[in-house]
């Protein structure tokens, strides 16, 4: 007799909407500060004397739109509690209990697009060119998914981020509407996942509604002989979304990178882009692969290039983040980071809402820990140089697949997202 599936938390044990720990797959999960555990605690408590109060059973509770007004309502008395003052859930205590309250107050939809993921091909070309020693993406939380793979399989691991768990990940568990499937800077034949392959999730995100949810890169490396040579093909055979290339990648290491604006290898990068049809060109930046050559993880050239072809879109990951530089007022003295991002914007007179978007991705996760005040000048500075600034990471980040995140409720929320769920990058 086959087995049933279990049903998913069937002692309604898991809470609407996740306030519990988290990682975006690149970063350890930090530990809850304790107004968050005190209201992690309310809402258990307020969602079993509820579900009293109605007579239903607990975790049909939790799944409606009462477990959400719930939940919510839990974190305006514990942080009221702890002393913190700022915003709080606009909703009325009422809706905990009436269904239509809660209804009017939470089923609000709002759009969610991630600018950037990620997922590899367990069983690539790309496995069979690594060293016997090289172990990639072990070091990520997401490596220790279940099961990792049979006993010794040394890269079974490989197998958390493959096509399906992406698209668990993304589009079943988790909020997102539409993301844009990115590549890592690799020679075309090591990459961990190739174009064909990236258009095969495609097809199979759009079987789950026949709707296009996932956008597509094409992974350019100019500076290699015959770099643009996948470009054409891209374009005609699939429906590319943008161009995505790493200005720091060079066949001969970091210092062996390019400028957008060089005649060798930028410009006739950008002139293709344009003469395909596809003026969309995101590019990483900032985050250096290595102090060797970091010259090229600066954001000097966007400005420049994007004043010369101003029909062109160009989107700047990381915008143009170091870690080795403290973020503070916007300062034209700096030599790296957002600053020089800012100062080439300023000097070649690219104005807010111009053609130049900058995502600060999962940047935004590590400079919250790092010092919030220094997230808070990043994102000022670059709203006010672009106008347009997008965080995407908090489901997937640069490097890794997506971590597990909450479930969607059975009524669309409108509570405020964490940062990785921008609408201001293009679409």
């Not at 490596?143 to 691991?157: F, N, R």
């Not at 790493?246 to 882009?273: C, M, N, R």
């Not at 700047?316 to 300062?331: L, R, S």
């Not at 997008?390 to 890794?400: E, K, L, N, V, W």
Request: charged residues 20%; hydrophobic residues 40%.
């Amino acid at each position: 007799m086959a087995n049933r599936p279990t049903p998913l938390d069937p002692d309604g044990t898991r809470l609407p909407i996740k306030i519990d720990t988290a990682t975006n797959g690149e970063f350890a999960p930090i530990a809850l500060p304790p107004s968050i555990q005190a209201a992690v605690r309310e809402a258990h408590g307020a969602a079993t004397a509820n579900a009293r109060r109605l007579g239903v059973q607990r975790r049909a509770f939790l799944t409606s739109a009462c477990g959400a007004a719930t939940t919510l309502l839990a974190l305006n008395q514990a942080h009221a509690a702890s002393g913190s003052t700022g915003g709080r859930f606009d909703l009325p205590e009422v809706a905990a209990l009436d269904t239509q309250v809660a209804q009017a107050a939470l089923a609000k939809r709002e759009f969610i697009f991630d600018v950037q993921g990620h997922h590899v091909n367990p069983t690539g070309a790309w496995v069979g060119k690594l060293r016997p020693d090289q172990r990639p993406l072990k070091s990520l939380p997401n490596a220790a998914c279940d099961p990792p793979g049979a006993e010794g399989e040394v890269l079974g691991y490989l197998r958390c981020f493959n096509a399906d768990n992406f698209v668990k990940d993304v589009f079943l568990d988790s909020d997102t509407d539409m993301m844009v499937l990115s590549f890592v800077p690799a020679a075309y034949d090591r990459q961990p996942l190739t174009l064909e392959e990236a258009v095969a999730t495609k097809a199979l995100v759009k079987a789950l509604d026949g709707t296009d949810r996932l956008l597509l890169h094409c992974p350019v490396n100019p500076n290699v002989p015959d770099g643009l040579a996948p470009m054409e093909a891209a374009a005609s055979a699939h429906r590319i979304a943008a161009w995505k290339t790493y200005t720091q990648y060079g066949p001969q290491g970091p210092a062996s990178g390019f400028w957008l604006d060089d005649e060798a290898h930028g410009i006739p990068f950008v002139e293709k882009a344009r003469s395909l049809g596809v003026p969309m060109i995101a590019v990483h930046k900032g985050i250096p692969f290595a102090k060797e050559g970091y010259q090229y993880s600066t954001c000097a050239d966007v400005g420049r290039v994007a004043r010369r072809y101003p029909d062109v879109t160009f989107l700047i990951y990381h915008a143009g983040y170091d870690p080795d530089v403290t973020e503070g007022p916007y300062n034209p003295d700096n030599t790296g980071g957002i600053d020089v991002l800012v100062r080439s914007l300023a000097d070649n007179g690219i104005k807010p809402g111009g053609n130049v978007y900058a995502e600060l991705g999962s940047t935004w996760r590590f400079l919250m820990l790092r010092d919030p005040t220094q997230a808070a000048h990043a994102i000022g500075k670059l709203l006010l140089a672009v106008g347009r600034t997008g965080c995407s990471g908090a489901r997937t980040a640069s490097g890794t697949a997506a971590p597990r995140t909450r479930s969607r409720l059975s009524a669309p929320s409108r509570f405020p997202r964490s940062c990785g769920q921008g609408t201001a990058t293009p679409s």
